[in-house]
């Protein structure tokens, strides 16, 4: 540990003067990504900073971008309670872009995804608190002549009760700067926590900002001369700029310049609005030759023959092609077909840059300063330290922040170099370019075959087909494997239930279409196949769908654990269910996480499914926020709801043909379900919950369908646009 005598600012946090700042140094191991080894050390160092401010402010600096999921309060709240603080006198910062301070422990990166936030920061964070506290209470034991064994804190007062002594954190942080640190210090014990896993202990920090509209986002960054950007992407996947004509764009009031950047044309102009319309009245002409030419039911049809032969296999046990053969067995086949799903979130992509031709600083939803940052300085020619990223919160992201090649961060860059320095900018992407901006869920399908003998499950066959967006990218060689891309199969190459044969293989398809993970990444799609297919084999096997999963769970606890909590909280067996209604379940591990949800649903007068209410159970490792996770577990209903019933992005001939949410139907207010959720109480090491309460809403209401006579949906979404 370092002790910085230094002012705070996020801007200027390494430069100087008072304050005491608390910073975290590990064994390095940069360069690599590579999930933590289980009671093992941090392979990599990312070096969390705590400022204590004369005023006894103590702010976090938190190198996970906060985009609504929680890692502003989670963190925080565990360095408030290694400290004793009063969480009134808490704040939290994002840190800057600096991957040599800010890594993800789990990934050698600086980054946020794969609900890793908290799992990676948890003891980083309490440790970083616990020697801000040892510190400050050795600076008030020398100043009082007391022993520090003696020395009490609460609600962040430092007393010594013998001497009718009291001060508060400012007091001592001066004294406390020059005292050495000791390598390591005690954490609290968890039987003490006044604030981990106790429900309202902790209001969210950043809630009043965002309420108020003091909160600057993306899109809100601004400053006196700013030009506004647009760029017109070409229409098909693929495609590149042959030529253009801007006499008309130019022509509109507002507009100052177009410019042909790698990714399109960009329109510059004094405002929005004008440079939208000067984006319209360009007119190019588009070279198309390496363009995807398919449309997504042309491409789902062939990945749907191609997976009749599996492809290199992720994970086999038994004999399985024996095993469906089986003299008298009940054969049972399944085609599902999962369409290309935008992000979608209220916030578009945006970003501000200042850039002089020697240096850069930009602002902007950073979801992966480690991609983001190189990317940048490449494109502006600078070093590294020559271009600051200064991460602000985002207004949701589902994954659409995270990409490997940068490319919007790269864009950005692109349009500063273009129109050359001296000149400060924000990009704007409207909705309709979200949506036609590619980066999407992949188009995957699954061709499913089981066998069901004598009451049980003796065979199980899971062909995959689809793209890969690690192939090409940063990440291939950690994600692809043997043929295998892992993001295409997690879930369902490891079910929880015990089968005696067992096959699940992939076949990876090339396309100019951008893709990207979305929102519980391949457990979008493994989960629901996975789930709907179980339910229909334990049908025909004449059992429960509970009881039957529990049945060949013996060797998957915690999922085992949730269901029973789920179904407890349901009272699936007792309860009865409303006419018109029935209820289904489902039960998915993602990130570490486990989760189980019954829902309940009835068919309208429409004929649309209407899910009335879900429950959920959660086995999240110790829960350090009680409200977030709930609140992350029912937005995640809330958005796989919508995505589910509603939701896809077609491509006729490589063009999406939907822009905004009048086409790429989302979940509407009056449609949200009433959500119920149970935390299951555990000592495990703490895990996300950012995607995990996403992948089983959908095989649930599809479970719950087949209950009411209707086949399980397969192609996607269960309601389909006319």
């Keep these: 540990m370092t002790i910085h005598d230094q002012g705070f600012s996020r801007r200027a946090l390494l430069k100087g003067a008072g304050g005491l700042t608390i910073a975290m140094f590990l064994p390095m191991g940069l360069g690599r990504l590579a999930a933590q080894a289980p009671g093992g050390p941090a392979p990599v160092d990312p070096n969390a900073f705590v400022h204590i401010a004369p005023d006894s402010t103590v702010t976090v600096l938190i190198k996970h971008i906060e985009f609504g999921q929680g890692p502003f309060t989670g963190l925080t709240t565990l360095v408030a309670e290694e400290m004793d603080a009063d969480w009134a006198q808490m704040r939290a910062e994002h840190a800057p872009a600096n991957q040599a301070l800010y890594a993800n422990l789990f990934m050698g990166l600086q980054g946020t995804g794969g609900s890793t936030a908290m799992a990676n920061s948890y003891m980083q964070m309490r440790k970083a608190g616990a020697m801000a506290r040892w510190l400050l209470v050795q600076a008030a034991a020398q100043s009082w002549s007391v022993p520090a064994g003696e020395i009490t804190v609460t609600k962040g007062v430092i007393a010594h009760a013998g001497r009718n002594k009291q001060g508060h954190f400012g007091d001592f942080v001066g004294a406390a700067a020059k005292l050495k640190a000791p390598q390591d210090v005690p954490l609290k014990d968890p039987s003490k926590f006044g604030m981990i896993g106790h429900d309202r202990s902790v209001g969210r920090v950043d809630s009043v900002a965002k309420s108020t509209g003091a909160a600057k986002f993306s899109i809100d960054q601004t400053a006196p001369g700013m030009l506004s950007v647009v760029v017109a992407h070409p229409p098909r996947f693929g495609a590149t700029v042959a030529r253009f004509d801007a006499t008309k764009a130019l022509a509109v009031k507002g507009v100052v310049a177009v410019k042909q950047i790698p990714t399109g044309v960009a329109v510059y102009a004094k405002g929005t609005w004008p440079a939208i319309k000067g984006r319209k009245a360009l007119e190019i002409v588009w070279n198309e030759a390496k363009a995807e030419p398919r449309g997504s039911a042309d491409m789902a049809k062939a990945y749907l023959d191609r997976a009749r032969t599996p492809g290199s296999i992720a994970k086999a046990t038994g004999n399985v092609d024996a095993a469906l053969a089986t003299p008298g067995a009940t054969l049972v086949e399944a085609d599902y077909v999962f369409p290309y799903l935008a992000h979608a979130p209220m916030e578009p992509l945006g970003g501000y840059i200042e850039y002089d031709g020697q240096s850069a600083l930009a602002r902007f939803g950073s979801q992966f ?30 994954g659409r922040r995270a990409t490997g090649d940068a490319h919007f961060a790269v864009e950005l860059a692109e349009v500063a170099k273009a129109i050359g320095p001296g000149h400060t900018i924000r990009l704007n992407w409207t909705r309709e370019d979200d949506i036609h901006g590619g980066y999407y869920r992949p188009l995957i399908v699954h061709h499913m075959k089981g066998a069901v003998k004598d009451g049980r499950i003796i065979a199980w ?14 990440m291939e060689k950690m ?42 990444v391949g457990h979008t799609h493994t989960g629901y196949a996975v789930e709907t297919f179980v339910d229909h084999l334990l049908e025909k096997a004449g059992k429960d769908p509970v009881a039957g999963r529990l049945e060949m769970m013996a060797d998957e606890p915690r999922a085992a654990g949730v269901l029973k909590a789920v179904a407890k909280l349901a009272d699936w067996n007792g309860a009865p269910v409303p006419k018109g209604r029935a209820r289904g379940v ?5 990130f570490n996480t486990f989760v189980a949800e019954i829902a309940e649903v009835s068919i309208g007068e429409d004929g649309e499914p209407h899910v009335h209410k879900v429950w959920a159970a959660v086995d999240c490792g110790v829960a350090v926020n009680p409200d977030i996770i709930r609140a992350q577990v029912e937005g995640g209903v809330g958005y796989a709801t919508g995505h589910i019933l509603y939701a896809e992005v077609p491509l006729v001939a490589g063009k999406p043909t939907v822009s905004n949410f009048n086409d790429y139907r989302s979940l509407r207010i009056m449609e949200m379900p009433e959500v119920e959720v149970t935390i299951v109480q555990s000592t495990a090491a703490p895990t996300g919950i950012g995607e995990p309460g996403v992948p089983p809403c959908g095989p649930a209401i599809a479970n719950a369908l087949a209950k009411l006579g209707r086949e399980r949906p397969t192609h996607l979404p269960m309601v389909k646009r006319v």
């Design 461 to 474: 066959s899971d062909s995959i087909v689809g793209q890969s967006f690690a192939i090409g990218g940063p």
């Design 369 to 398: 300063p480690g991609f983001d940052h190189p990317g940048m300085a490449k494109v502006l020619g600078l070093p590294l330290d020559k271009v600051r990223i200064e991460p602000v919160i985002a207004g949701g992201s589902f």
């Design 479 to 520: 994600m692809v494997k043997d043929g295998v891309d892992s993001t295409m199969v997690e879930g369902s190459d490891k079910p929880p239930y015990a089968l005696p044969a067992f096959r699940c293989a992939a076949t990876i398809d090339p396309s100019p279409v951008t893709t990207l993970w979305w929102r519980s």
């Design 586 to 590: 489902a039960v998915v591990e993602s």
